[in-house]
């Protein structure tokens, strides 16, 4: 049925592979950016076929594995090649591919000159086919595979100017903070691996037979330890409190690496990990709590630093913890599809806007390098009044910004709502449903506030550098704006295919097909959620989620208003904010100085362990045992050379020796 | 007067083997009307007929066919070892070219001999009787000697041939009393016949007649493996022989040692397995560490790989004490493994050498990194797989034999090896020390890259690399194979 779906990782590969090594000889940018953009092409191609194949199945059957090949046996365990098609994958490898393909088309043009453009495109592709294994591996390894290749492709284009210091520390810090997430993810493996088949026989690391088995589960216990493992993988990867600080470092990349990998595919994997194992993590209350809180403190926490940012892609990237956070919090409050919806939502509104930024960036770097002038090109403060310099970068930015500021009729207003609408109505967390609810509210408007802000202090207003820089301002090469409107098209319209069932109703009873399409994949989460819910499933009236419905789009509207207010009504405003509460302003503007605490608390006492074991313990006691074992066998090594004398006679009077000795001992034992 | 009945004779077991004997013996004859420049077609079409004689062995995977009276079968464990042994001579043959031209000794009867240790090996592989094995075992070593002493010129090499005639001319005496006095004991040379007897007694190990048989063969088989402490003619004629020979002798011999051993213990001395596990555990010990402990001090690269070869024995007897399938089909995927990986780093010694290889030591391959990047990247797997490291062939082949040996409840035994696996790190990293970290001394001007060589080598990296990242394809069949014997 779907044999080919092989093919999927298949090409990005073949792609890396002839980038990747003959890249340095084919030169020709067009050639090489055409390569990686084809091979992901026919990804999206197969792509689709496959999601069209399984629409065409009745819903209880949408469930393959493909396997390719055993990778490798051993006693009881069991690990194939092999690919899981879903709903759930299926949404995703559309994601990815569609996406993806769209960045890469864009690339073209941005990394346009670059040194090592051949580099870039096959860590790209590597990239797309490691990010691919992710989320079709149909089990635990695979998808770990996945899960570290996705993170070296981070730390290598996160890196990709290594000649700059911060670019190449960026790229470290990013790579350590995962690590600290993949033991997590590790020791949850392990641990689930290891309980299901010591306690019920069931020795599989495949996720469909785990979710067969999965009524085996104790509820909490145990399976509160595994999910609690798991999560902790998913915050380093999808940068959640407390591994998120290397994503706005992160941004030292490329800008379409930070759209594709710190926006749309990469960081979503956390949210797709938890979705794929939903199963597990509805037998633990208490980690869905720890993730629902997580969600919601990390969405409120980012959102209130991108608040004070000057730099354009660092908002954004606080933009998409804060997002990410949304995705957790939903996730969290057991609402998977509406976590997912979120997922792809954003991937659109948020690709768009990074790829904006790039394109306002490229723009700005272009002009102030004509003058001469070193002023940062990413600094919002220098930009301003662009809007009429590149209408259509503008227009789609605004489509976007409307998208995640969750304005009704856009996307990010379905799946944001959606979400809200959960965290509060959910049956898992009792009382504690109302304090999320506030959070995700607050963090919407506080959303709403940023980005308009961005969108204000870059399009609006005067062109705040120099009048000569200015006229060198220009709108980006088609092959940088089509992806764009690709992308703002997505975010007006992506939505429509998961209208809440309040809407719906309304207008004559739509049903919400994407929430319908991924039930096959949730639905025995949710029968053991109504069963075992622990607070009753309660039953709100329409009235209240209208109510919420409204005031969350009112506390929108709010922050877009006060963003107005501030920065183009009253320019001044702002300065005088900071002049006032100065303390208050270098908390926020500083990350609450997140990063220096950790400083302090791990890596500087990590640093004074390391020197401690490398001097005293690692110089003395290690590297003396070592180099005293390797004497002794060296010494032995000596010997038996000395017996290795050359002559025949020697060696036979060896073997001779040998076989009395067998005999000898055998026969008179 | 009793009529001798003469059995009715099935030739499909022996047809790969009969096809190779009439090749080699044509290209003998022909090889006089070839001139002397010209000696390289008879590789040439010895290669294909490498291929063509696969294909036969293929072509008759899954059957189990008996023949002459029981002397010699076609069963899948067979075809296995016949496609390793044909594998290492075709590579064998490829990178024999340009040495011999380099070498001036590029004498046409180095491929039909070739073809003849071939014949011998599959011999070994498919004999099930003892007879059968032996006429094998002779056939091989006989061409064996010659072909370690093939580069007349070179006094190295004709120490190397005499040498290793002499040696193995005293393990051949005590592989044959084995033998003899097995018969002794049970009145049968024919594989299940002894097995019949074996099952019949009570307490097998208690007929001193058949234990010393068997104990005896033993012997014999551990010097063709290179086993400590029948190993000492290793280093010797590995240095000495023309460096493709050895890259050839190094895992064909080697693997038909191991087929027939196999055969014959699992087969005729299964009810006696805890006496030879016993056995095998201290040999296996014995060889991993002398031949690792020796590597460490050679400077000397053929002689290194040689020691090396004889850890890598080790690793299989590992295999071998276990006796258990993973353990046994570790073997024999380890010898395929070991196979691509080793007769790959012999090539690239090979094109790394100047004429009567002045240059053998691990110092001249300092900054070969810089200077070839390809070939040094191809070395480097080659040794990466040696030393057991992932994803390469040389790791799945270790994790499976030790696996064996853990589930036969051998843990020290596995501890020891992946102790020694781990110290013989140490002399294949050096090697990549020089390529990599140390400046160029020489300027590899004289290397040259013909296509029958470049053509070993893909093959070697390709297997070195599927077999590490895809290992069932070819376990699978390991496992099916020793199932049947």
């Known amino acids: 049925m779907f044999d080919n779906v092989w093919l999927i990782p298949l090409f990005p590969l073949l792609g890396f592979l002839i980038n990747g090594l003959l890249g340095k000889k084919i030169k020709n940018e067009t050639v090489i950016g055409g390569i990686g953009a084809f091979a992901v092409l026919c990804s999206f191609a197969v792509s689709c076929m496959t999601i069209l194949k399984l629409l065409s199945l009745p819903g209880e059957e949408r469930l393959a594995n493909v396997k390719v090949f055993t990778w490798m046996t051993c006693g009881n365990f069991n690990a194939d090649i092999a690919f899981l098609i879903d709903p759930l994958s299926c949404v995703m490898i559309m994601i990815v591919t569609g996406v993806g393909f769209l960045i890469h088309i864009y690339s073209i043009g941005y990394m346009h000159g670059e040194e090592g453009f051949y580099r870039f495109f096959a860590y790209l592709n590597l990239f797309m086919f490691s990010m691919l294994l992710l989320v079709l591996g149909n089990n635990l390894l695979l998808m770990f595979v996945g899960w570290e290749g996705v993170g070296l492709c981070s730390y290598l284009l996160i890196g990709y100017y290594f000649h700059k210091k911060s670019a190449g520390d960026a790229g470290k810090k990013a790579f350590v903070m995962n690590r600290v997430g993949d033991f997590g993810f590790l020791l949850g493996a392990f641990t689930l691996y290891w309980f299901m088949g010591h306690n019920f026989n069931v020795w599989t690391i495949q996720f469909t037979e785990l979710g067969k088995n999965a009524h085996l589960l104790p509820t909490g216990g145990v399976v509160t330890v595994i999910t609690l493992c798991f999560f902790l993988g998913a915050t380093g990867k999808s940068a959640q409190i407390p591994l998120y600080t290397w994503l706005p470092d992160a941004m030292e990349g490329p800008t379409p690496v930070s759209a594709l990998i710190h926006a749309a595919t990469m960081v979503t994997a956390g949210v797709y990990m938890i979705g794929r194992m939903n199963f597990l993590f509805i037998r633990s209350p208490e980690t869905l709590m720890v993730i629902a809180v997580i969600g919601a403190c990390t969405a409120l926490f980012a959102a209130t630093i991108g608040t004070a940012q000057n730099d354009i892609k660092r908002v954004l990237a606080y933009s998409t913890v804060s997002q990410l956070g949304y995705m957790f919090l939903a996730m969290g409050s057991g609402a998977f599809a509406a976590g997912i919806f979120h997922l792809m939502t954003h991937a659109f509104f948020k690709a768009c806007l990074f790829l904006g930024s790039g394109a306002v960036i490229h723009s700005m770097h272009h002009a102030l390098h004509h003058v001469h002038s070193h002023d940062d090109a990413q600094d919002m403060r220098n930009m301003g009044g662009l809007k009429s310099k590149m209408p259509l970068t503008f227009l789609t930015f605004l489509l976007a910004t409307i998208a995640i500021a969750g304005i009704p009729g856009f996307s990010g207003f379905f799946s944001k709502d959606e979400i809200l609408w959960q965290a509060f109505a959910n049956p898992h967390h009792g009382q504690l449903n109302y304090l999320l609810w506030g959070m995700g509210a607050v963090a919407a408007g506080l959303t709403a506030f940023y980005m308009f802000r961005l969108v204000f202090m870059t399009f609006f207003g005067e062109c705040r550098i120099t009048p000569k820089a200015k006229d060198h301002l220009h709108e980006s090469p088609m092959v940088i704006v089509i992806p764009l409107i690709v992308l703002a098209g997505l975010s007006v319209v992506g939505g429509y295919i998961g209208i809440p069932k309040l809407l719906g109703d309304l207008f004559g009873g739509i049903p919400n097909y994407f929430e319908h399409y991924l039930e096959p994949v949730f639905r025995l989460s949710e029968e053991y959620m109504a069963e075992h819910a622990a607070h009753g499933v309660a039953h709100h009236s329409v009235a209240l989620e209208w109510g919420l419905m409204g005031t969350s789009v009112v506390i929108a509207l709010i922050g877009i208003g006060i963003a107005f207010a501030l920065y183009v009504v009253n320019t001044s405003i702002p300065a005088k904010f900071t002049a006032t509460f100065p303390a208050l302003h270098r908390a926020v503007y500083n990350k609450w100085y997140i990063d220096e605490l950790y400083d302090y608390v791990f890596v500087n006492p990590c640093k004074a362990l390391g020197r401690f074991l490398w001097k005293g313990f690692d110089v003395v006691v290690v590297d003396g045992v070592v180099n005293g074992v390797a004497k002794v066998v060296m010494s032995f090594g000596g010997i038996i050379r000395y017996m290795q004398s050359g002559f025949v006679y020697d060696y036979s009077w060896s073997m001779a020796f040998g076989v009395v000795v067998i005999l000898g001992y055998y026969l008179f034992k | ?485």
């Not at chain 2, 090539?347 to 004429?355: D, F, Q, S, T």
């Not at chain 2, 030790?402 to 781990?422: D, E, H, T």
């Open chain 2, 1 to 485: 007067m009793d009529m001798i009945t003469i059995p009715a004779v099935n030739m499909t077991p022996i047809m790969p083997e009969i096809f190779l004997s009439v090749l080699a013996m044509a290209l003998l004859l022909i090889n006089v009307f070839v001139p002397s420049g010209q000696k390289s077609y008879i590789g040439y079409i010895s290669f294909i007929g490498v291929i063509a004689a696969a294909v036969l062995v293929g072509t008759g995977w899954g059957m189990h066919v008996e023949s002459f009276n029981g002397a010699v079968v076609q069963d899948n464990f067979a075809s296995f070892f016949k496609m390793i042994f044909l594998l290492a001579a075709g590579l064998a043959i490829l990178i024999s070219d340009q040495y011999m031209v380099r070498e001036e000794c590029n004498h046409g009867e180095l491929y039909p001999l070739i073809l003849f240790t071939v014949v011998g090996m599959m011999l070994m592989a498919a004999g099930t009787d003892l007879m059968t094995i032996f006429l094998g075992l002779e056939v091989m070593s006989v061409s064996l000697y010659v072909l370690a002493g093939f580069n007349r010129e070179n006094r190295k090499s004709n120490e190397a041939g005499l040498k290793y005639f002499l040696l193995g001319a005293f393990s051949t005496g005590f592989l044959l009393y084995g033998m003899a006095l097995t018969y002794g004991a049970t009145g049968s040379t024919r594989i299940a016949d002894i097995a019949t007897f074996a099952a019949q007694q009570s307490l097998p190990s208690s007929n001193v007649m058949l234990l010393a048989g068997m104990l005896l063969m033993i012997t014999g088989f551990a010097f063709k493996v290179a086993a400590a402490p029948f190993h000492m003619w290793t280093p010797d004629v590995y240095e000495g022989a023309p460096t493709p020979m050895t890259a050839f002798m190094s895992a064909g011999p080697k693997a038909a040692g191991f087929a027939a051993a196999l055969r014959i213990l699992l087969v005729s001395f299964s009810t006696m397995q805890a006496d030879w596990s016993q056995l095998f555990w201290v040999l296996a010990v014995l060889t991993m560490t002398v031949g690792n402990i020796t590597a460490l001090r050679q400077d000397n690269i053929k002689r290194m790989l040689a020691y090396s070869s004889i850890a890598h024995a080790g690793y299989c007897l590992v295999g071998f004490t276990a006796g258990n399938p993973t353990g046994t089909a570790g073997i024999m995927f380890y010898m395929l493994s070991y196979t691509f990986m080793n007769i790959g780093a012999f090539a690239i010694i090979v094109l790394v050498g100047k004429k009567g290889e002045p240059n053998g030591n691990v110092m001249d391959f300092a900054g070969f990194g810089f200077k070839h990047p390809a070939l040094a990247v191809a070395m480097s797997i080659f040794l990466f797989s040696l030393a057991g490291m992932p994803p390469t062939a040389g790791f799945i082949g270790k994790f499976y034999l030790f696996s064996g040996a853990i589930q036969k409840g051998y843990i020290w035994l596995a501890v020891i090896g992946v102790l020694n696996s781990a110290a013989s790190v140490y002399y294949y990293l050096r090697v990549m020390v020089y390529m990599y970290m140390k400046e160029p001394t020489e300027e590899f001007d004289w290397l040259q890259v013909s296509a029958p060589i470049a053509l070993s080598l893909l093959i070697s990296v390709t297997g070195t690399l599927v077999l590490g990242v895809v290992p069932s394809i070819v376990l699978q069949y390991a496992q099916e194979a020793i199932k049947l014997i």
